[in-house]
């Protein structure tokens, strides 16, 4: 291999290859260049890559939020081991190599671009590490120009992967540029660490950390630096826990490297108090992560937190949750011995006795931020409330697509008939009424579709109220409100029924593509008939 490489360095890198996409088409990343000389998060604009507008023309094609598709794939789907899908590359490449034509080149970026290469890349580059018929300089040559070139993110990301087999600093500059838009910051970071010594990769990995904010970020906190400096593990337990996904990632690594223990063994200020609770929370939670079990000083940590909260009296609903939390589990896990269990029991009881959490929830109900009015809705249901009133007043001020769902978390029928009259006011069921088709309902055009459907998704539950509503949602292009709707009609006693039912589900019956729904409209169909 050490000879391998050392033959890149006595040759020069100039090589042709053709272009085999659209002239029009846009390199990645030069539209990731232009940031490049920012530290911090990219805009909003430099998210949406040039790829994803021809991605967007098919409006079923599932949109995935940037690095989601490899990160829910690489946690939960793929082994990465399509030694098929590896062979078939490999012969490409080599054929590149051999001679560039155009058809060579466009059979290579086909494999390319048609998937993720999580599945085959290990593969894939442990045939290249023995190949000995791939010559390196024109294997570089190629890599460059794809990852500096090509227009498609799958093509760009294979590159990004092979950048691993030439240690310069042009390969570390490339991976930053990329990997600070988070659907290339996995392969950015595996890169990197097989170019760089562990001092220099502490370096570039906490750069890049800091650029990015959603799957990149989990992708990054699970590829720490072995030895992480007091610098890196202050800013993981003041900010690098956080991210755009889910804290249950980010948080055991967090609070293992971030040595969280022994940062509340001592004088805390509110954000290091702040992550703490986010941190413990997001273990408490545990899946998609790991359970605050797999943590070594789980009971410590939490008892050194508690400690800090107690005397500082209630100032953030967020400890209200996790004193919560902790109560609740270590009342049924065993994650602390019994002395530890008795002292975190009486701790969470005094604290969570506080009188001046029902002030801060009440507050809290009145509070712009998303956050702390989430939090004051959990609580107060929790406390034996029905926070609906609240809800109800954010919406007329705040008529925020999120709070249908809000809207219909309560058992009370008169309120419901309040949400049914404010969607029947509110949302154009005739424009949502289109007709049946099979679609995703993904994208902003369906913003209303969707209000719909969080409004249908509890109607099961108030028999006989939101006609309108669900007469709509069966005519509903977008396939789960369909589902829905006749989840709500099912609840329905036939007596109640209008009488143009049966009529208007016989025309959705006709009409329906999607199989499971058609056979949910005849069933339906049979039992209505079965209670005239």
């Not at 392969?187 to 990015?212: C, F, G, H, N, S």
């Not at 949910?520 to 005239?532: C, E, I, M, Y």
Request: hydrophobic share 40%; proline share 5%.
């Amino acid at each position: 291999m050490k000879e391998w490489i050392a033959n890149i360095f006595r040759q020069s890198d100039e090589q042709l290859f053709p272009v085999v996409w659209p002239p029009e088409q846009h390199a990645i990343y030069d539209w990731l260049m232009q940031w490049s000389e920012e530290a911090g998060a990219l805009p909003e604009v430099a998210q949406v890559l040039p790829d994803e507008v021809a991605m967007a023309e098919d409006e079923n094609h599932l949109r995935w939020a940037p690095g989601a598709q490899d990160g829910a794939f690489g946690h939960h789907v793929m082994s990465g081991n399509d030694r098929e899908k590896a062979a078939q590359v490999t012969k490409a490449i080599v054929s590149v190599l051999r001679r560039s034509s155009r058809k060579n080149m466009q059979t290579l970026y086909q494999l390319l671009s048609e998937e993720t290469p999580l599945g085959y890349i290990d593969e894939l580059l442990g045939e290249l590490g023995q190949s000995t018929v791939i010559d390196a300089r024109r294997l570089r040559a190629l890599v460059l120009f794809l990852v500096t070139k090509a227009p498609d993110r799958q093509v760009v990301k294979f590159a990004m992967a092979l950048l691993a087999f030439f240690p310069y600093q042009q390969s570390v500059n490339i991976l930053q540029v990329l990997g600070s838009h988070d659907e290339f910051t996995l392969y950015a970071v595996v890169a990197m660490r097989a170019i760089l010594p562990p001092d220099e990769y502490q370096r570039e990995w906490l750069t890049l950390a800091k650029r990015v904010s959603g799957w990149g970020r989990i992708q990054l906190i699970e590829r720490l630096p072995n030895e992480p400096d007091d610098t890196l593990r202050q800013w993981l337990l003041r900010d690098g826990y956080a991210n755009d996904v889910m804290v249950e990632y980010t948080a055991w690594h967090c609070a293992e490297y971030g040595r969280l223990n022994e940062a509340l063994e001592c004088e805390v200020d509110t954000q290091l108090l702040t992550g703490a609770a986010e941190i413990l929370r997001g273990m408490l939670n545990g899946q998609p992560g790991t359970h605050i079990s797999g943590y070594s000083f789980a009971a410590q940590a939490c008892e050194h937190y508690l400690a800090h909260v107690a005397p500082t009296g209630p100032t953030d609903l967020l400890h209200y949750l996790v004193v919560e939390e902790i109560d609740r589990q270590v009342r049924e896990e065993a994650f602390a011995t019994e002395d530890e269990r008795q002292r975190l029991k009486a701790l969470c009881a005094s604290i969570l006795a506080r009188p001046e959490w029902s002030m801060l929830t009440e507050a809290g109900l009145r509070e712009d931020d998303v956050m702390v009015f989430d939090a004051a809705l959990r609580i107060d249901r929790e406390q034996g409330n029905d926070p609906w009133p609240a809800v109800y007043q954010r919406y007329q001020t705040q008529p925020e697509n999120w709070l249908w769902y809000q809207l219909m978390q309560t058992d009370n029928p008169d309120y419901v008939a309040q949400v049914i009259a404010l969607a029947e006011s509110e949302l154009d069921l005739g424009a949502i009424a289109s007709g049946p088709q099979i679609s995703l309902g993904m994208g902003p055009q369906y913003q209303q579709h969707d209000a719909l459907g969080s409004v249908l998704q509890d109607l099961n539950r108030f028999p006989g109220q939101g006609w309108n509503l669900i007469r709509a949602g069966l005519q509903s292009p977008v396939t789960r409100n369909r589902h829905m709707a006749l989840n709500a009609l099912k609840a329905w006693p036939a007596a109640l029924l209008p009488a143009e039912a049966a009529a208007l589900l016989q025309e959705a019956n006709n009409k329906e593509p999607e199989k499971e729904v058609k056979e949910r409209l005849a069933q339906l169909l049979v039992q209505l008939a079965g209670n005239p």
